[in-house]
């Protein structure tokens, strides 16, 4: 069985920062991709920022230049470090694991975290 555990969420100015961070255990020993997505009350869930097992990362245009993902592999560990926080980055931030395809079966098989809140607020 393999849970995600996310921490570092909470309440921020804007202009602050925060760093989130969300680690997998269980049977899986080395994730493929890994990532955070967010979704805001009334909006579809969207992609933050992805990184591989080798460490080539994608951001999302809105936060490229702000946000910063890395990850521990012998950990298995993804973080997100976020600067210069706006009111419109509030939103649940979820954290995913990506498995290699499975010898046999060739299925992939998505994880997520249970989501943790960010509000960016005065």
């Known amino acids: 069985q393999v849970h995600l555990v996310e921490s570092g969420g909470g309440l921020v100015q804007p202009g602050g920062s925060l760093r989130l961070s969300c680690a997998a255990s269980?049977?899986?020993?080395?994730?493929?991709?890994m990532g955070w997505y967010r979704q805001d009350p009334g909006k579809q869930r969207e992609l933050v920022a992805t990184?591989?097992?080798?460490?080539?990362?994608n951001y999302a245009d809105s936060v490229k230049g702000r946000f910063t993902i890395s990850r521990d592999n012998a950990k298995n560990t993804v973080y997100l470090q976020m600067n210069s926080l706006k009111p419109e980055d509030t939103a649940v931030y979820y954290c995913?694991?990506?498995?290699?395809?499975?010898?046999?079966?060739?299925?992939?098989?998505?994880?997520w975290g249970q989501g943790t809140q960010i509000t960016v607020s005065s």
């Open positions: 995913s694991a990506e498995t290699w395809p499975q010898a046999l079966s060739f299925a992939i098989r998505t994880y």
């Open positions: 990184i591989t097992s080798g460490g080539s990362t």
């Open positions: 269980g049977s899986i020993a080395m994730f493929n991709t």
